[in-house]
């Protein structure tokens, strides 16, 4: 069992990063091996809608060499689930991630059928709702079935590594782990009990 996680933001060591690394020690605390792969902050390419990926039977993005689009579908040849993060930039998920998404879903979608998958957005105040109903439509169109958690997959910071203050937050994402790698444990035949580990609820608000 295998997880691909994929860090949207041009901040390496940003927040996203901090949401997912969440997400991926509490996979291996479960058994469950990730992979985390940094979208870069060089330029990437939008869609052109020119049909190249299909127009041979293929499941590659033309432009793959330029970025990590086609190192993503290759990379979920082998892995049984992803989790694509993201930051909100006006209301909307950071323009690289979407780009990368929207290539790598269209042109690789035969090996995202199937598999589970989940979005994550980190935002300093508002909104992530948005971003984070952006980046979960494309897998609902590629036939995948959508991980949740306590709450949206949200936490909150501006500065690099305060989102790790959120406590909720924080705790969202080990929650989003557990539910799928308890999913991924049935769908592989694995025992284990009827129902995912829930931690006891931390809250968190934001009025200091």
């Known amino acids: 069992m295998k997880v691909l996680l994929i860090n949207g933001s041009p901040r390496r060591e940003g927040n996203t990063n901090v949401a997912l690394n969440e997400i991926a020690k509490q996979l291996n605390q479960q058994g469950v091996e990730s992979e985390l792969l940094w979208v870069g902050n060089n330029a990437v390419r939008g869609c052109i809608a020119c ?79 948005a971003a984070f109903q952006t980046l979960q439509m494309p897998f609902q169109m590629c036939n995948m079935a959508l991980v949740g958690s306590q709450y949206w997959n949200i936490a909150y910071g501006r500065a690099e590594g305060e989102s790790a203050q959120d406590i ?37 608000h934001f009025i200091r």
């Open 51 to 129: 049909g190249a990926c299909k127009a041979n039977g293929g499941n590659h993005c033309v432009f793959g060499d330029q970025d990590i689009c086609n190192e993503v579908i290759t990379k979920m040849e082998e892995c049984d689930a992803i989790v694509i993060g993201a930051p909100v930039y006006y209301g909307q998920p950071a323009a690289q991630a979407l780009a990368i998404q929207q290539r790598m879903m269209y042109a690789g979608s035969a090996v995202f059928q199937g598999k589970l998958a989940a979005a994550v957005c980190i935002c300093r105040r508002g909104g992530a709702t």
């Open 168 to 204: 909720e937050g924080m705790q969202t994402m080990r929650t989003l782990a557990n539910n799928m790698a308890w999913m991924l444990k049935k769908m592989h035949g694995i025992a284990t009990t009827d129902a995912p580990e829930i931690e006891p609820w931390a809250p968190m």
